[in-house]
């Protein structure tokens, strides 16, 4: 069963900085998705970002990339020219490509915090 | 554009009670599923349909039923309530997960936030 840590459960940073959020994820799967998304105090499950593992180009979203290691099992979040609105919890989550029952599921990992402060 | 309505957003129930919670989208997606998400946990999958009149078990499925007769709705019901289930439910939708349409994300609704007391 694929797994996924996100490994900082609360993180801080200044308005208009940068920041990264971790994610790990174990798989023996060579083809899989994997998302970033972003929930604010509304509780709205967002989609902020996705990188199809076959993909060597790092996906970027206007000030949202991701830098995405295959052979390390990682895919961190950098968020840039941080907002107040950026202000959530935001997960990694993790699907296998092929048809399947797996391809169906989406594996979360536990979430980080993120507080964006003035 | 309305995505994915659940309805209600918030229910109290008494142990043993009886409930189903909505979810409808508007986006002709194929796949629907239903989560729940807990306090320092992300979201776990309790059931999903790849189409209509089909049903299957996630991760955690045990306690729910749930039934999908109408494309566009799909239904999760709690026969017996226990507070082991007070949770916030999200329910999500997709396009076909295979071919072309194999990288399509998620859409999820507000949640119900369900109290069992």
């Known amino acids: 069963a694929q797994t996924v840590t996100q490994s900082q459960p609360e993180m801080s940073v200044q308005e208009a900085e940068t920041v990264t959020l971790s994610c790990t994820y174990d798989?023996?799967?060579?083809?899989?998705?994997l998302f970033w998304y972003k929930q604010p105090p509304s509780r709205q499950m967002i989609l902020v970002i996705r990188q199809e593992a076959y993909k060597q180009q790092n996906a970027t979203e206007n000030r949202f990339s991701v830098n995405f290691q295959k052979a390390a099992k990682s895919f961190s979040l950098k968020i840039s020219d941080s907002q107040l609105g950026d202000t959530a919890m935001y997960f990694c989550?993790?699907?296998?490509?092929?048809?399947?029952?797996?391809?169906?599921?989406?594996?979360f990992g536990k979430g980080t915090k993120l507080s964006v402060i003035p | 554009n309305a995505g994915v309505t659940q309805t209600p957003k918030f229910r109290v129930l008494k142990t043993g009670q009886s409930m189903t919670l909505l979810c409808a989208q508007d986006m002709n997606h194929e796949y629907m599923y239903w989560y729940r998400q807990d306090p320092g946990m992300g979201l776990r999958l309790i059931h999903y349909s790849v189409g209509e009149g089909t049903t299957a078990k996630g991760e955690v499925p045990d306690g729910y039923n749930v039934s999908r007769l109408k494309k566009q709705n799909f239904l999760l019901g709690l026969e017996s309530a226990a507070p082991s289930q007070t949770s916030v439910y999200f329910c999500a939708s997709s396009y076909s997960t295979a071919g072309l349409g194999s990288n399509q994300p998620q859409h999820f609704g507000d949640g119900t936030r369900l109290s069992i007391l």
């Open positions: 798989t023996s799967e060579s083809n899989y998705y």
């Open positions: 989550a993790f699907r296998e490509g092929y048809s399947g029952a797996g391809s169906y599921q989406l594996t």
